[in-house]
């Protein structure tokens, strides 16, 4: 299911908005149109203009500017990963933040320590900027003015987001921080484990502040916090055990294969009886394509028993060679979007690799 949209390119990158986005900003604008306070003396929230009219646009406006303001964030972690040769796929904002899709990033803790570090940075200087705007716009147009409390609130939203996200927590850019910090001085899975226990530390403790003060907020933001220590635990082991494994280790050797003259209803048959989804097509040793269940429903019923499966396959075969890493092969899987590989070697098919290989795989990893 396609659920995000894409709203322009910036820097050659696109910038997607998850649905989700879409429900926040009605309700920030919401939010910020009830509240008129002071934060240190820095006025927040548009609850006191009048009328209501302009009270609605500027909590709209400023709804409309925090989105920028995340999207920059993440521009910023994306303008230092590209710096470096990483090629950004994409970026999609989220309920609470952006996402950066980007190749792998090499296990580098100096690069990773800039990249953690560019998105509260740009918050940073944002604050700064606003900081800066907030006293021009005072002193011209009043304190009062809804303009004067637009980019003051923008200065406190832009500050909060560089503090929050510099909390030493996964998924926050500091628990990157301390994971690249800890790496300079201990094995990369040891120093990510010790990161994802502080991580998850500070979902509790903030889950149970969050309890007790009632903020639904926090419990929810804890909730993700822990989530996402957890995940980013998994993932690193998981990859770093994957990275010792060859294709080899985990394909299936027992090929099942049909040749090009077998016609789609006796394939159908075959399909049910050893309830595998495809089929390397083969011409003694040398594979002509891959056959799928898919190829099979695009042809009408009636037309099977004269339809063979040379007629259907597809002849575009990426395959994957037995001495590459496991990790190559699941980077392969997900780029092409397919859910198995031929592998070959010297110009022979020697086995298949599906998704589900790799899962057992990835299943043993996390059980260590
Ligand atoms: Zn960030």
Redesign the pocket.
């Known amino acids: 299911m396609n659920t995000s949209i894409q709203i322009g390119k910036v820097m050659g990158i696109p910038v997607r908005l998850h649905i989700t986005f879409l429900l926040i900003i009605p309700w920030v604008a919401y939010i910020f149109a009830s509240v008129s306070d002071t934060y240190f003396g820095w006025p927040y929230g548009f609850g006191g203009v009048q009328p209501s009219m302009t009270r609605w646009a500027y909590s709209l406006a400023f709804a409309v500017l925090l989105f920028v303001c995340v999207a920059l964030?993440?521009l910023?972690?994306s303008y230092v990963a590209r710096a470096y040769g990483i090629v950004i796929r994409s970026i999609t904002l989220y309920l609470f933040?952006?996402v950066s899709s980007m190749e792998e990033i090499p296990r580098n803790p100096k690069l990773e320590l800039q990249m953690?570090f560019a998105?509260?940075g740009t918050s940073g200087a944002l604050a700064i900027v606003f900081l800066f705007l907030y006293y021009q716009s005072a002193a011209i147009l009043g304190i009062e003015n809804p303009f004067t409390i637009l980019m003051s609130t923008l200065w406190i939203v832009n500050l909060t987001l560089m503090v929050f996200?510099l909390l030493p927590a996964f998924p926050?850019?500091g628990g990157r921080v301390l994971r690249a910090w800890l790496a300079t001085r201990m094995p990369y899975v040891a120093a990510t484990n010790r990161a994802a226990s502080v991580g998850k530390m500070f979902a509790i403790v903030m889950g149970i502040f969050g309890l007790f003060s009632g903020g639904i907020l926090l419990l929810v933001i804890a909730f993700f916090v822990y989530i996402g220590a957890s995940e980013e635990e998994r993932a690193t082991t998981i990859n770093i055990c994957l990275e010792g494994i060859r294709v080899r280790n985990i394909m299936s050797d027992d090929v099942h294969t049909v040749p090009p003259s077998m016609s789609l209803r006796e394939l159908t048959d075959l399909v049910f009886r050893e309830k595998h989804r495809g089929y390397p097509v083969v011409d003694g040793e040398k594979l002509l394509g891959v056959v799928t269940t898919a190829d099979i429903q695009r042809v009408a019923e009636s037309l099977r028993q004269t339809t063979t499966v040379g007629d259907v396959m597809a002849k575009k075969i990426f395959d994957i060679g037995p001495d590459e890493e496991a990790t190559a092969a699941m980077k392969k899987l997900t780029e092409l979007g397919v859910r198995r590989l031929p592998v070959i070697e010297n110009g022979r098919l020697v086995g298949i690799l599906s998704r589900e290989d790799l899962v057992r795989a990835m299943e043993l990893c996390s059980g260590r």
Do not use: L, T
């Open positions: 964030h993440e910023g972690h933040g952006g953690a998105g509260p996200n926050m850019d």
